[in-house]
């Protein structure tokens, strides 16, 4: 079992930043990729970012230049620095882990870009 929950969401000004974190907790011995998806309404999930545990990165093309998730895997938690944001990243944003043989979710935070 692995618990993950999300902080960091909120509303922010076209062009504004902010710093989501997702802290992982529970039965696990390594979670090797850990990933960021968000959800628009009527959208499909889908992934914004995601980093292995060694490091390697994938970015959605939208996130490329304006996106940065890393990793702390000593505390187990996974960040996504998000600057010059547009109101079209409006979305639920869920941190995602993956182990051996699972993936977990967290239970979102909601991404609201809005003058």
């Known amino acids: 079992q692995v618990q993950l929950v999300e902080s960091g969401g909120g509303l922010v000004q076209p062009g504004g930043s902010l710093r989501l974190s997702c802290a992982a907790s529970?039965?696990?011995?390594?979670?090797?990729?850990m990933s960021w998806y968000r959800q628009a309404p009527g959208k499909q999930r889908e992934m914004v970012a995601r980093i292995t545990i060694g490091g390697n990165t994938n970015y959605a093309d939208y996130a490329k230049g304006r996106f940065t998730i890393s990793r702390d895997n000593a505390k187990n938690t996974v960040y996504l620095q998000m600057n010059s944001l547009k109101p079209e990243d409006t979305a639920v944003y869920y941190c995602?882990?993956?182990?051996?043989?699972?993936?977990?979710w967290g239970q979102g935070t909601q991404v609201t870009v809005s003058s």
């Open positions: 995602n882990a993956g182990v051996t043989r699972n993936d977990y």
């Open positions: 529970g039965s696990f011995s390594v979670i090797y990729d």
